[in-house]
């Protein structure tokens, strides 16, 4: 091999080394599940979301009482202008926020213990309670401060607010775009639950996933996507390295004419 192919071969790897991209087999979802046929499965992972320290709780109260539910429902009226506000109110928390020790005050009940419960148990458990002050009273209650946040390798980054609760790891990954292609299918969930942050690296080229305990995400939890090598040597050089290519085939050329 003389010096003039000797260089050409050395421009051709070099350009191929920088234009590296993404192996294919790295990119797809759920690997082992069979394509082939219909797979039907149990669902046995799923648990209702648990209230915790820091929640805000959305608590409606009805009955054959009207007036008498206002006391209740104070604190989501004045978010609505049902109720008049005077300015020291206004930022004030819309809800019932759970306190360090899993409790919440409410009027008449005073102090209850919600941490660690459903809301469909804390519904039912007022609903009982309230019966000493109204008639036929229906409570519904809700986790109004459920989010999630996705970062990372992601086409849409952020922090996203859930109107339920029932969220799955790929619908907040699709609410953040998904992976970009560059981004690495183990991605890492980050859980703070009891005082304890745990960091859960899970595989999403493994349909496995879908029955993990992890699979279904609880209020706060955090999502980070880690962009593969290319993508974190690139650095926003994209179009330095498109005009390095182009001049190196310019070269190429020349040499090759002569």
């Known amino acids: ?12 790897v070099l350009v191929f ?24 499965e149990s669902i046995e992972n799923y648990s209702q979301l648990t209230i915790q320290p820091g929640d805000l709780l959305g608590i409606h109260v009805s009955s054959l009482n009207n007036e008498a539910d206002s006391k209740y429902n104070y604190n989501l009226e004045r978010a609505f202008g049902n109720s008049n506000l005077d300015r020291a109110e206004e930022n004030a928390v819309v809800g019932y926020l759970v306190d360090p020790n899993g409790d919440i005050r409410l009027p008449s009940i005073g102090t209850l213990k919600v941490s660690g419960s459903t809301t469909f148990e804390i519904a039912k458990l007022l ?22 946040s996705v970062l990372g390798d992601v086409k849409n980054p952020g ?38 942050r745990t960091y859960v690296p899970i595989d999403l080229n493994s349909k496995d996933i879908i029955k993990s ?13 880690k962009p593969n090598r290319a993508r974190a040597e690139d650095n926003g050089s994209t179009f330095q390295r498109a005009g390095l290519i182009v001049s190196v085939l310019s070269i190429i050329a020349i040499l090759i004419s002569r």
């Open 1 to 12: 091999m003389n010096l003039k192919h000797l260089l050409i071969f050395s421009l051709i």
């Open 17 to 40: 080394t920088n234009s590296s991209c993404t192996s294919y087999k790295n990119i797809p979802y759920f690997q082992n599940l069979n394509r082939d046929s219909i797979t039907t």
């Open 127 to 148: 609903e009982k309670k309230l019966l000493i002050d109204l008639k036929d009273p229906t409570v519904n209650v809700r986790i109004q401060n459920f989010r999630v």
């Open 159 to 196: 922090t996203f607010l859930i109107t339920n609760e029932r969220l799955t790891l790929t619908e907040a990954l699709s609410r953040a775009g998904d992976l970009n292609i560059t981004g690495i299918r183990q991605i890492l969930l980050i859980r703070e639950i009891n005082g304890k």
């Open 213 to 225: 305990p992890y699979y279904y995400l609880k209020n706060n939890d955090v999502v980070y996507v």
